[in-house]
């Protein structure tokens, strides 16, 4: 599989980013008189925000307190029409 062509170093990076997520997870839990059956299932959720974050991110075109933003040139964000 691809795993297996990875390079050592991001299959070390990602063991490391792993094994923090799931020490984090586990020092939360203590804070959780009853936890839900769904807690541990939480990093599931990790990846789809991490996509939606990124995405976000490198999109031109931004939405912020109701107001449309567009990225122009030089990374600078101007109002679209009818938004101010």
Partial sequence: GWMLA???????????LLAMRLGILASVARAYDRKPWSYWFSPLADLPAATKLVR???????RWR??????GK???YE???GSV
């Fill in 56 to 62: 976000s991110a490198l999109s031109r075109h931004q």
């Fill in 66 to 71: 109701g107001r449309s933003y567009v990225r």
């Fill in 6 to 16: 990875a390079p050592d170093g991001l299959l070390a990076a990602n063991a490391l």
């Fill in 74 to 76: 030089g990374g600078r």
């Fill in 79 to 81: 109002p679209t029409e």
